[in-house]
């Protein structure tokens, strides 16, 4: 069973840039979140998909972050523009969303983002 | 508010026991899971507790006590591949929220 893919894996740009990261969650899997890990720190939720409705953004920067999951598949957050407090890596994860919580969740293995 | 607390750091030789502990202070309470990441890796799901007690998975067991706030993570017959970050996390109502980890070093 493949896992969950993301790209691009590192992503440099200059800061007002615009980034984007997609992510392919695991065949099957209703459930989508995309995370932001900083160094030295434990991954922090930004958003929260159940098939394509967004149920929880509450930690996503709306000002300049947006996500969408269209068909309820594979998933795009984006950022714009980009600030230097954004370097980060972005992880995404799923999960099957079928059994309640608690959900094991799988993660993909991040973009590491670096604003310059 | 919520929180986690686990040392930042722990050393150890291969073939020990190491134990990680992870205090937490959070609302709706369903449960506390263990994930493991490798330098540059995605993180790995390690074990979950629900309930109060021991679940063992190999070389790694995971303990809970929900009366205490407090879990831990054991390892034993530690290998270099152990070296890694692990993270407790605590799934809260709707959503996992993570300690901000600790990194291993497992030296020969």
């Known amino acids: 069973e493949a896992g969950v893919v993301q790209s691009p894996r590192y992503k440099i740009i200059e800061k007002k840039q615009p980034v984007a990261f997609w992510c392919n969650p695991i065949?099957?899997?209703?459930?989508l979140y995309w995370y932001r890990q900083n160094l030295g720190q434990g991954p922090e939720l930004l958003i929260r998909?159940?098939?394509?409705?967004?149920?929880?953004d509450s930690q996503l920067p709306k000002d300049r972050f947006s996500a969408e999951r269209l068909k309820g598949v594979d998933s795009t957050l984006k950022i714009q523009p980009a600030e230097l407090g954004d370097s980060a890596v972005y992880l995404c994860?799923?999960?099957?969303?079928?059994?309640?919580?608690?959900?094991?969740?799988?993660f993909g293995p991040g973009t590491r983002l670096t604003v310059l | 508010g919520q929180s986690l607390e686990q040392p930042s750091e722990v050393t150890a030789v291969e073939g020990a026991i190491v134990q990680i502990n992870c205090t937490y202070q959070?609302?709706?309470?369903?449960?506390l899971s263990w994930y493991q990441q490798h330098d540059g890796g995605a993180p790995t799901f390690l074990s979950y507790n629900a309930l109060d007690g021991l679940e063992e998975t190999g070389r790694f067991s995971s303990f809970l006590s929900r009366s205490d706030s407090y879990g831990y993570l054991l390892l034993q017959e530690l290998q270099m591949k152990d070296s890694a970050s692990y993270f407790c996390?605590?799934?809260?109502?709707?959503?996992?929220?993570f300690g901000t980890g600790t990194r291993l070093q497992v030296f020969p």
């Open positions: 959070t609302s709706g309470f369903y449960g």
């Open positions: 996390a605590v799934y809260n109502t709707d959503k996992l929220i």
């Open positions: 065949s099957g899997h209703n459930t």
């Open positions: 998909y159940e098939n394509e409705e967004a149920v929880d």
């Open positions: 994860a799923s999960s099957a969303g079928d059994r309640g919580l608690p959900d094991t969740q799988y």
